[in-house]
């Protein structure tokens, strides 16, 4: 066995030995964080809505651009989004009910399931 063999065997382990240590770290984090949620989560309701409201307000949509300006109003973002699919889907539907031939309506958008 040359130096260089020994050397990358010496490596291996001790990747392997890397790889168990931060395993067993992850699981000492992940009993620990378990433990806090059974001794302070389940008497402790503050503790619990605080985690909720963390919870809520990483999700959402807190602030968007509205022609070139951002908003943070609550109200504001509501009713942008709104009238955007309100818009979205009166076209969509605006732009099947103007056909002419119902006929050819009915067989584009309508399979025939019987034949004559």
């Known amino acids: 066995m040359s130096d260089s063999d020994g050397l990358l065997y010496q490596e291996k382990i001790a990747k392997e030995e ?14 620990k964080a378990k433990m806090l949620w059974f001794k302070d989560g389940d008497r402790n309701t503050a503790f619990f809505h605080a985690m909720v409201r963390r919870r809520n307000n990483s999700s959402g949509i807190h602030r968007l651009r509205i022609d070139n300006e951002v908003t943070e109003d609550p109200k504001l973002i509501e009713d ?24 050819d309506f009915i067989g584009t958008y309508i399979p025939t399931m019987v034949s004559s």
């Not at 942008?80 to 818009?87: E, G, M, Q, S, V």
């Open 18 to 31: 890397l790889d168990h240590a931060l395993h067993c770290q992850y699981l000492f984090w992940k009993k």
């Open 80 to 103: 942008h989004i709104l009238d955007f699919y309100k818009n979205l889907y009166a076209e969509s539907i605006s732009n099947v009910l103007d056909t002419d031939n119902m006929e």
